[in-house]
């Protein structure tokens, strides 16, 4: 019992050391964490997220080089360091500038108090991945070109707004009307997301990897590139061959048959759906027992 006692004066005496959080102190902490989180969010569904890996990588690298003592390379850190903050400014001022336009553009209290109404589309699914397979060949007989992008774990919202919505249910007559020669809509990318495709004739970042073969024109090296920034997985049709061809992790393989398509296309279906809830007060009743996930 004495040593108990002697225990817990020692802890009183520690907690008497702590500062008094008081209602403001955490009031400021809940808006802190919401505002770490809000960019946290925003770089991941970014290419910030890729850049950021990139400084993260520097960090440690500096912190080793602090750790051994290697002066010279601290010293070489300290006095780039003006450099550096220029230069971040410089590489992510595309995402600071749209991040910007995005809070001086949207209600942040009704983004908040979303409602949830159960209309939230659904996940990739059998339907989808055979309306998917028979419009790439019914396109690839007539060598029809197509690029479709397939969303997965990172958004691909930036490469959304390069397009037009269409927020359409995924079907083989849509996607064929969309890629037809001669319409409104044919040229560049279209972006599928769950069950549906959300725009169309988005723009693709080419990729810079000389050992694609030339060959290939620019419909495959834009499937290439959005593999290489992304994790989603994208069906290209060739205008000259009429091959087949999905790119992903920055990779280019020929899918001969619509059975070798239809593999590829359901082991997206076997992937954990990655859920874009942030901090919302969900109203409105559950539906078969449980939320439904926006």
């Given at each position: 019992?004495?040593?108990?006692?002697?225990?817990?004066?020692?802890?009183?005496?520690?907690?008497?050391?702590?500062?008094?959080?008081?209602?403001?102190?955490?009031?400021?902490?809940?808006?802190?964490?919401?505002?770490?989180?809000?960019?946290?969010?925003?770089?991941?569904?970014?290419?910030?997220?890729?850049?950021?890996?990139?400084?993260?990588?520097?960090?440690?690298?500096?912190?080793?080089?602090?750790?051994?003592?290697?002066?010279?390379?601290?010293?070489?850190?300290?006095?780039?360091?003006?450099?550096?903050?220029?230069?971040?400014?410089?590489?992510?001022?595309?995402?600071?500038?749209?991040?910007?336009?995005?809070?001086?553009?949207?209600?942040?209290?009704?983004?908040?108090?979303?409602?949830?109404?159960?209309?939230s589309s659904q996940e990739f699914n059998d339907r989808t991945v055979n309306e998917l397979v028979r419009?790439?060949?019914?396109?690839?007989?007539?060598?029809?070109?197509?690029?479709?992008?397939?969303?997965?774990?990172?958004?691909?919202?930036?490469?959304?707004?390069?397009?037009?919505?269409?927020?359409?249910?995924?079907?083989?007559?849509?996607?064929?009307?969309?890629?037809?020669?001669?319409?409104?809509?044919?040229?560049?990318?279209?972006?599928?997301?769950?069950?549906?495709?959300?725009?169309?004739?988005?723009?693709?970042?080419?990729?810079?990897?000389?050992?694609?073969?030339?060959?290939?024109?620019?419909?495959?090296?834009?499937?290439?590139?959005?593999?290489?920034?992304?994790?989603?997985?994208?069906?290209?049709?060739?205008?000259?061959?009429?091959?087949?061809?999905?790119?992903?992790?920055?990779?280019?393989?020929?899918?001969?048959?619509?059975?070798?398509?239809?593999?590829?296309?359901?082991?997206?279906?076997?992937?954990?759906?990655?859920?874009?809830?942030?901090?919302?007060?969900?109203?409105?009743?559950?539906?078969?027992?449980k939320k439904a996930d926006k």
């Open positions: 019992m004495g040593i108990l006692t002697e225990l817990m004066m020692k802890a009183s005496s520690w907690l008497t050391l702590l500062p008094r959080i008081s209602l403001r102190n955490l009031f400021e902490i809940a808006i802190i964490s919401f505002l770490v989180y809000e960019i946290l969010f925003w770089i991941k569904n970014t290419r910030a997220w890729t850049l950021l890996k990139g400084l993260l990588t520097i960090m440690v690298f500096a912190i080793v080089a602090v750790l051994l003592r290697l002066d010279t390379i601290v010293w070489i850190l300290k006095n780039i360091t003006t450099i550096a903050v220029t230069a971040f400014l410089v590489v992510f001022q595309p995402e600071l500038r749209k991040a910007l336009e995005q809070l001086g553009s949207q209600n942040l209290l009704s983004g908040i108090l979303a409602q949830d109404d159960g209309k419009a790439t060949f019914e396109m690839a007989k007539v060598k029809t070109g197509a690029l479709m992008v397939i969303e997965r774990g990172t958004s691909l919202k930036e490469i959304e707004r390069t397009g037009i919505e269409i927020s359409g249910l995924v079907t083989s007559q849509l996607l064929i009307n969309i890629f037809e020669h001669n319409t409104p809509l044919h040229d560049g990318a279209v972006v599928i997301r769950g069950n549906r495709v959300a725009a169309a004739t988005c723009y693709l970042p080419l990729s810079d990897n000389m050992s694609i073969n030339k060959a290939l024109g620019t419909r495959h090296r834009a499937a290439v590139g959005v593999s290489e920034t992304t994790d989603s997985l994208t069906i290209v049709v060739s205008e000259e061959t009429g091959r087949v061809s999905v790119a992903e992790g920055g990779m280019l393989r020929s899918v001969p048959t619509a059975e070798a398509l239809r593999n590829i296309l359901s082991g997206l279906m076997k992937e954990e759906p990655v859920s874009s809830n942030r901090f919302k007060i969900w109203k409105g009743r559950l539906i078969n027992g």
